[in-house]
């Protein structure tokens, strides 16, 4: 696989901190730059609160299409 | 409980969709506004003390119990006002706003505001211009007769010229504003200029002097903020609409007093979620450093809860040389709040978007989920007492009034998944 990979154009998938991409364009690097952030900024504390909303909202839905 | 909060958003979103600001009146904030007394300050932001208010907001006060004439020096009205016989309360409980500092104090003269069906008001004081104001903390003689004028010609002269005017709708008007460059926050050129077209006639109408009619239309004139006071309590009015709609996640309101920023949202009634006031980053008057700058300030970020200001900055390029920035970072502004509100204005479009409704209804989910602050541009004020104002620029509000209210929002309504 890396033998494949070396030699060959690289295309870059950027994701998250945009400066990544800008210096890979200016070596004329192919390059997506994707702005992509991890779910409430990493903080699990916050993800886990998002995630009990997320559970009541499915109950409530199924709840809701049961009637 | 079976509540659908992506419905109750949709309702919230629909009430502030319909509500209809009209300009109704002027009066006297003690006869007019809700729960007011005399010995009772009214203050931009969430609740504060005395002993917590920054340089700006406390030179205000001190300058409004002069011009109450509950004190009769700078440093008489500073000992009363850390004493219980002076009573404060955030305007924002007493269906008001205030610019800045945003004190209101009983004999002031205020905007009143209806729904156009009737029903519900807003208030909020008439703006003084820029500079050395009370709103930026200053309290000089300068400051107090400039008050006492706006007190004794200006708001006679505008409160019976309204009468005579025809309807002036605050949401259309912001509408056409936002097409002729404006943003209603930090540029309110064109909504000035469209308010003096439709009262001018009228102020000229009226039987006051002749010279106070001059007066009156050259201070509107000379003052590109003057709708500033107006596009605030019509968002207010239009918010209000969404409060308090069970189980939805709809931001109602977000203030500053100089110390807190605080947030409120429409399923969690009438409770206050603050954190710091933050620095505002931007373009200073010359002589002045961001040492200077006081943290972040005023009840003016109720334009951005109502998709306008830093959510609408597409539409105002120019501001960018007020606030600072480019004119791709206000295109990017815009851009970047659709990701955090559920709706579209249909009222206020922008017009380099292929006139694309402002991102309406702040979603605390989303804020929370993508990390992703509200955008506001805003004045600073110098943090010391008795200065007024620095400069302007762009601001966030701290994250933590956001997470606070996700907690008491899964505490209220879902604490048991």
Redesign the interface.
């Given at each position: 696989m890396l033998k494949d990979f070396f030699g060959k154009k690289v295309k870059v998938i950027n994701l998250g901190i945009a400066s990544f991409a800008e210096d890979l364009r200016k070596q004329g690097v192919e390059t997506i730059h994707t702005d992509w952030?991890?779910?409430?900024?990493g903080?699990k504390k916050?993800q886990a609160?998002?995630?009990?909303?997320a559970?009541?909202?499915s109950k409530?839905?199924s709840?809701?299409g049961a009637r | 409980m079976l509540i659908d909060i992506q419905q109750a958003n949709a309702n919230a979103i629909a009430a502030i969709q319909a509500s209809q600001p009209v300009l109704k009146g002027i009066g006297t904030a003690l006869e007019v506004v809700p729960g007011m007394k005399k010995n009772l300050i009214l203050h931009a932001g969430p609740p504060i003390t005395w002993e917590r208010m920054s340089g700006p907001l406390r030179g205000a006060v001190m300058g409004a119990l002069i011009y109450e004439g509950l004190a009769n020096t700078p440093e008489e009205a500073e000992k009363l006002a850390a004493t219980d016989k002076i009573e404060y309360s955030p305007w924002h409980e007493h269906d008001g706003v205030g610019p800045m500092a945003g004190v209101g104090t009983a004999s002031m003269p205020v905007w009143i505001l209806e729904e156009q069906k009737g029903g519900r008001k807003t208030f909020c004081t008439l703006n003084e211009g820029l500079g050395k104001v009370l709103r930026y903390g200053a309290y000089s003689e300068e400051v107090i007769t400039r008050l006492k004028w706006m007190e004794t010609v200006l708001a006679p002269v505008l409160k019976a010229a309204i009468p005579l005017a025809p309807e002036i709708n605050l949401k259309n008007m912001i509408a056409q504003a936002l097409q002729m460059g404006d943003e209603v926050h930090n540029r309110n050129k064109a909504a000035t200029s469209l308010l003096i077209r439709e009262l001018a006639p009228a102020i000229v109408k009226t039987s006051f002097p002749e010279a106070d009619k001059a007066r009156v239309l050259e201070f509107m004139h000379s003052n590109d903020h003057f709708f500033l006071n107006l596009s605030m309590p019509a968002a207010k009015m239009m918010l209000q609409a969404a409060e308090w709609i069970e189980g939805s996640t709809i931001v109602t309101t977000m203030c500053r007093n100089g110390t807190d920023f605080g947030i409120r949202v429409a399923g969690l009634k009438e409770r206050w979620f603050t954190g710091q006031a933050q620095i505002v980053k931007g373009l200073l008057f010359p002589g002045f450093s961001e040492e200077d700058c006081n943290p972040d300030i005023g009840d003016s970020a109720i334009t951005e809860t109502c998709g306008l200001g830093g959510f609408s900055m597409a539409a105002a390029p120019a501001i960018v040389k007020f606030v600072g920035g480019t004119v791709n970072d206000a295109m990017n502004f815009t851009r970047k709040m659709y990701e955090i509100t559920d709706g579209e204005s249909q009222a206020f479009q922008i017009p380099n978007m292929e006139f694309r409704g402002s991102p309406l209804g702040i979603n605390l989910l989303k804020v929370c989920e993508k990390n992703l602050l509200p955008q506001i541009n805003t004045g600073i004020a110098h943090k010391k007492a008795g200065v007024g104002q620095v400069g302007a620029g762009l601001v966030n509000p701290p994250l933590k009034c956001f997470e606070d209210a996700l907690e008491a929002y899964v505490e209220k309504y879902c604490k048991d998944e």
């Open positions: 952030r991890p779910p409430a900024g903080n916050i609160l998002l995630d009990k909303v559970s009541w909202q409530v839905k709840a809701k | -």
